[in-house]
T-cell receptor, first 115, second 114 residues
Framework: SAVISQKPSRDICQRGTSLTIQCQVD?????MFWYRQQPGQSLTLIAT?????????ESGFVIDKFPISRPNLTFSTLTVSNMSPEDSSIYLC????????????FGPGTRLTVL | GQSLEQPSEVTAVEGAIVQINCTYQ??????LSWYQQHDGGAPTFLSY????GLEETGRFSSFLSRSDSYGYLLLQELQMKDSASYFC???????????????FGTGTLLAVQP
């Protein structure tokens, strides 16, 4: 398995502000992803975090709103910018390891509430 | 559009067998995965089917029929700890090969009763 940590685990923010979520993995992985999950709902892929280059965003998600960095193989950040209450959700990072290509390992998530 | 449909809720008793179905309609397909998520926890991988047929892993089995765009997760000898949400997820694929992008289903909340 892969040990994945996310910071912060939860936060309450005011509308109009930004929050940066960190994802750290204990071993080198091939791919990293960011998902959003509203309570009681399914997971929606936001983007693929590419090492050293711009992330690949899914339909409905844009870089200005969700800038992502991945400076190395084990670390990525997701920023939720200019937040509104609609951004209240759980944000999860996930990774794929070279030796377990069919499986994604998920971080514990960051629970964000925007007031 | 892309959709993966699952029953929203299933209830069963300890020791029973339950089947959670998943029908999908996606523009690309490379395989079907199943994930378990306990309340407040992270999703954890259960199984992956790339080819038609049944894959068995302990008490859990997963089935895929690509021609029917259908799969299911079978849980046997249910235990209380199996109470969780279960998600099917299509591994996206294109002509150039598989990606690791996952498109998740709507999710099924399984309640196991004593």
């Amino acid at each position: 398995s892969a040990v994945i940590s996310q910071k912060p685990s939860r936060d309450i923010c005011q509308r109009g502000t930004s929050l940066t979520i960190q994802c750290q993995v204990d071993s080198q992985v091939t791919m990293m992803f960011w998902y959003r999950q509203q309570p009681g709902q399914s997971l929606t892929l936001i983007a693929t975090a590419n090492q050293g280059s711009e992330a690949t965003y899914e339909s409905g998600f844009v870089i200005d709103k969700f800038p992502i960095s991945r400076p190395n193989l084990t670390f990525s950040t997701l920023t939720v910018s200019n937040m509104s209450p609609e951004d209240s959700s759980i944000y999860l990072c996930s990774v794929v390891r070279r030796d377990s290509y069919n499986e994604q390992f998920f971080g514990p998530g960051t629970r964000l509430t925007v007031l | 559009g892309q959709s993966l449909e699952q029953p929203s809720e299933v209830t069963a008793v300890e020791g029973a067998i339950v089947q959670i179905n998943c029908t999908y309609q996606t523009s690309g397909f490379y395989g079907l995965s199943w994930y378990q998520q306990h309340d407040g926890g992270a999703p954890t991988f259960l199984s992956y089917n790339a080819l038609d047929g049944l894959e068995e892993t302990g008490r859990f089995s997963s089935f895929l029929s690509r021609s029917d765009s259908y799969g299911y997760l079978l849980l046997q000898e249910l235990q209380m700890k199996d109470s969780a949400s279960y998600f099917c997820a299509v591994r996206d694929g294109r002509a150039g090969g598989a990606t690791n992008k996952l498109i998740f289903g709507t999710g099924t909340l399984l309640a196991v009763q004593p």
